[in-house]
């Protein structure tokens, strides 16, 4: 099935259905606007496209009708004139987000069949902009994991297999697993996600995609399932870094209704993705060298340095001595904000609500068989570190060791611009290789976590890949609420990579 | 700090989760792992260093004290387990 073009000067030519599904966000604006295809086109090529990759498991509700509705809406609005920054274009959305009159559940059993009679802010900025919602995104339970392996909906599979991997199933990462499988197979132009301690950042480096958390308080988290508060941002998941760009310009802004949301515009960040990175200087931190860390990723890792070189930056080694603290660190302070935010789940207003013989055992049996062994895990250590005589040896302790990292970064800004590491200690590695030991699962996000601690901008740019034909991320990281020079730098970095595999599709 | 049993049993009553007896065990072997790992916090010295409350810096925001939101129960109530005349219906909360 085709669709022909009014000319083919434009160089469009004969678009099929599905290499709608190959463009890039910016591609699909720019054939929206220019009525070379409608947003239903481009809606059900992606439909088509969600329903055969069910296989991967990334999304756990699809929403083709709404969908339709969405794209028909968007299609009358370009007639018009009226067309938004992303009218039209066809996003999945983490179900971490509340979606008005769309089932929500953070992918745990607790929530049910919870249906929200409201629109999380990031949602309601992104559909004001005319983007249309193909369904809601597999994650880990409330967002706690690095593999999507505790998903209630079941794992996520990797759209990438190893050369040498012997055809294994492998993770997309976690926890925002389902938007970044979904974004590496073309099942959608882009997908909402959140980063609590990586869970943007290291799914994008283990899918090839580009994923950005930014500065602590530029999205709203009204309306997002809570986590850790102190930590949580929002942020999106793209196939290029001006797509990320493009995403994260609509969803953040100032929002009263949440309290730690910043007072401050967001620029337009598109125009920051190719400026020049001539004379930044770009920070090189010795302390991310870690003990048997794979060869290719040093290698990635110095191949990121030579090429912001070659493009004129200036690369200056820095010292962020706390950074092995901050796992751990966060495994106190994550789990304690946790068990605060997750108290809620009771039983008596929404969601699951088991039996028992009193309100006591109705609570514990409810969240017994509501939650998942992870989120119970971090619950208990949240409880017991905030619990009375611990509360200073492991909370109070953590929120200062918190300052000390902070503190290192605000040295490291002295002589740098801009900060360049890599993403994970490792390529995507195969569902169930990493669930013995929680730790083992934890230490996924040592490059990652500072920068939730700190509240810094922090993006993952696909920048190569393994000897198993894997992709490799790296991360910059950027002062408080300069995520244009993150942009710029990972721009830069993208068009030095060259980086052009896609997972070659088994579904 | 190690955890014994009897703490496993304590933090899962305050955390009103029910943990089956045969949970106990692995979790205390789960928990002290991770307390263990958490140890190495210890060797950062942190005498003086106020904690990091909050990385947002800025004042808390204050709004004209107008109703703006609310009103309707039935909103409130659509996902209810049970709910009756516009009430929650709830377990007997008080002997």
Redesign the interface.
Known sequence: MGRRNKSDDDGWGMLLMSELTKLTLKAALDGLRSKTFSSVEITRAHIAAVEAARPLNAFVLETPEKALEMAAAADARIASGDAGALEGAPLGIKDLFCTKGVRSTACSKILGNFIPEYESTVTANLFGDGAVMLGKLNLDEFAMGSSNETSAFGNVINPWKSASGGNKALTPGGSSGGSAAAVAADLCLGATATDTGGSIRQPAAFTGTVGIKPTYGRCSRWGIVAFASSLDQAGPIAKTVEDAAILLTSMAGHDPKDSTSLDVETPDLAPFVGKSVKGLRIGVPKEYRVDGMPAEIEKLWQDGIDWLKEAGAEIVEVSLPHTKYALPAYYIVAPAEASSNLARYDGMRYGLRAEGGNLTEIYENTRAQGFGQEVKRRILIGTYVLSAGYYDAYYLKAQKVRRRIADDFDKAWETCDALLTPTAPSAAFALGERNADPIAMYLNDVFTVTTNLAGLPSISVPAGLDSGGLPLGLQVIGRALDEGTVFSVAGALEKAAGFRAKAERWW | ?A?DAA??RK??????????EERIEP?VQ??N???Q??E?????D?DG????????H?T??L?EDVVTDGGDAA??L?????STDGF?V????VE
């Open positions: 700090m955890i703490t496993v933090v899962a009553r305050l955390a009103r989760i029910a943990e089956p979790l789960e928990l792992g991770i307390l790992w958490i190495q916090l210890a060797e950062v942190t260093v106020e904690p990091l409350t909050s990385v947002v800025a808390l925001a709004r909103r409130v659509s996902n209810a387990p049970s929650y709830v377990p007997k909360v």
